[in-house]
C-alpha cells in the first residue's frame, strides 16, 4: 500500500527536496508552504522533474502557516481527505536569523524564529500525534538543524538555540509516546548546501573563505542528503529513532581526506 507523507516547509529546500525523493519511491507526498504561489510552484515543478505523467492521486499542495493551529489542522485534514491517512509527518518548516550578534536582531528577527522553529513544531507534533494515535499507527520525525547538538556558529546563537529545543522537546515527545502505536523521531541532515548556509549574507561575511574552505569539507548537496533521509524514515521500525547523516565518523574521516581528496561542494 502506497505510503503517504506531510511534510511542513516544503515548497523549497530540504522539504522540496524529501518530496522528490518519497514521489521517486512511489509514496503519495503533500507539499505546504505559507505562501499559496510557492505551494503552487513547488507543485508544478514536481510534476516536471519527474519521470511520466504524475496524477492528482498521488500529489497534493496545501498551504500552511505552521504558527496557526487550524491551518495545521486543515493540512492533516487534506491529507486524510485525499489518501485516507498519513503515514509519515515531517515538521521541517524552518527560519533561520541573519548572520549577525543577537543584540544586533530587531524585535520581529527573533520572533520568527523563535515562533517558527518552536511553536510550528509544536503545533505540527500536536495535531500529527493526535491523528496518529486515533488512526492507531503513523510516524512523526522533527527536523534537527545546527545547534542541536550544542556546538555553537557566531552569528546564529538564535537558530541554534531554537534547534537545540527542538532536540529536547523531540526526546520529550518520545518518552511521552513509548508506549503508543506512533513511532516518533528526529531528522539530522547535517550541513546541507541551502541558502541559509551559502546564500548571499553568508558570503559577505569577512572570513567567509577561511569559512568555505571548511564547508566543503562538511556540506553535500541536498540531493545527496535527502534520498538516505528518505530510505531510512521508509524503513525505520524503531521508535525514538534519531537518523543522522553527517556522523561523528563521517566527519572525522572526511577531515583525514581534505589533503587528498578535495570536495567542491560550494563554488
Sequence with gaps: MRK?????????????GLAQEFLRRDCAVVISGRSPTSVDQAYARLQTQLPGPLPRVQLLGQPCDVLVPAQIEALWAAAVDAFGQVDIWI???????????????????????????LLGVAYGSRTALRGML????????????????????DGLNLYGSTKYAVRYFTEGLIEETRATPVLV?????????????????????????????????????????TPWLVEQMLANQQHGARLVWLTRGKILKRFLSAPFHRRQVIE
Excluded: C, H
Design 185 to 225: 523521531g528526529a531528522l539530522s541532515p547535517g550541513m546541507v548546501a541551502t541558502e541559509m548556509l551559502t546564500g548571499e549574507a553568508a558570503r559577505q561575511r569577512p572570513d567567509w573563505d577561511r569559512r568555505k574552505a571548511v564547508l566543503n569539507i562538511l556540506t553535500d548537496k541536498i540531493e545527496t542528503v
Design 91 to 117: 515538521n521541517n518548516a524552518g527560519v533561520s536569523n541573519r548572520t549577525a550578534s543577537t543584540w544586533e536582531l530587531r524585535p520581529e528577527e527573533i520572533s520568527a524564529v523563535i515562533d517558527t522553529n
Design 134 to 153: 486515533a488512526q492507531g499507527f503513523g510516524a512523526l520525525y522533527n527536523m534537527e538543524g545546527l545547534g542541536s547538538d550544542g556546538r555553537r556558529v
Design 4 to 16: 503517504v507523507i506531510v511534510i511542513t516547509g516544503s515548497t523549497r529546500g530540504i522539504g522540496f
